[in-house]
């Protein structure tokens, strides 16, 4: 099995075997790990990925869920529920990981 996993407007994941046919659809963004590129289907992958890095999860307020970096005053906030993750979520784990991961089009 061939493809990416992309992620739909509805949060959904599903795999596209052929994903520039679909390119100009409207599914939206794909985060990406350079490293592996692999595609973020869940935050526990995603988790993993910052966990590798240094980032440590943060609980200071429960309806989020958030990572810091002890060496910086970063924050990431990510809504609980992954199927609001969003394009703005994505970017901004991209400022705060420089060179670690990309937003790619669907």
């Not at 939206?28 to 590129?37: E, F, P, Q, R, T």
């Not at 999860?57 to 990431?76: A, E, F, G, K, T």
């Not at 609001?84 to 790619?104: A, C, G, P, Q």
């Amino acid at each position: 099995m061939s493809g990416v996993w992309m992620f739909q407007q509805n949060g959904v994941v599903r795999l596209v075997e052929n994903p520039k046919a679909e390119s100009n659809s409207k599914h939206g963004k794909v985060l990406v790990h350079l490293a592996s590129n692999e595609v973020i289907t869940s935050y526990s992958v995603l988790e993993r990925k910052l966990m590798a890095l240094g980032w440590e999860r943060y609980y200071d307020d429960p309806s989020l869920i958030q990572y810091h970096m002890r060496s910086s005053i970063d924050l990431i906030s990510l809504p609980k529920d992954f199927s609001k993750f969003r394009s703005i979520h994505m970017y901004d784990i991209v400022v705060k990981t420089r060179n670690v991961f990309l937003v790619k089009d669907m």
